[in-house]
């Protein structure tokens, strides 16, 4: 079993920051890759940014590229995301998801993931 918690989530004015944090616990030996995915309310869960753990390979939805950041500290097991130019279509609840068997290639799709955090509210006020 891996546990995932988020933290980082707020209230942010429109072109605004945020770094959320995902740091995991348990079989954290057991991993290959670190997602994040975004749900505001009456949509569907959305892909975000991907992340490895071995090699650090990143890939990002085509909506948050060149504004948002995935990275991770190994030693911490925690991995980032810094979100800047933040929209107000962006408010949704965040959560982090993590792959434990090795695959080719970065997850994008939920179901590709075994475990998931709670979540984290980020909000964008306009």
């Known amino acids: 079993q891996v546990q995932l918690v988020e933290s980082g989530g707020g209230l942010v004015q429109v072109g605004g920051s945020l770094r959320l944090s995902c740091t995991a616990s348990?079989?954290?030996?057991?991993?290959?890759?670190v997602g994040w995915f975004r749900q505001a309310p009456g949509k569907e869960r959305e892909f975000v940014a991907a992340?490895?753990?071995?090699?650090?390979?990143?890939y990002y939805a085509d909506s948050v590229k060149g504004r948002f950041t995935i990275s991770r500290d190994n030693a911490k097991n925690t991995v980032y995301l810094q979100m800047n130019s933040l929209k107000p279509e962006e408010t949704a609840v965040y959560y982090c998801?993590?792959?434990?068997?090795?695959?080719?290639?970065?997850?994008?799709?939920?179901?590709?993931?075994?475990?998931w955090g709670q979540g984290t509210q980020v909000t964008v006020s306009s």
């Open positions: 998801a993590s792959r434990s068997r090795p695959a080719l290639g970065l997850p994008s799709t939920a179901r590709e993931y075994d475990y």
């Open positions: 348990g079989r954290t030996f057991s991993r290959d890759a």
């Open positions: 992340i490895k753990w071995s090699g650090g390979s990143t």
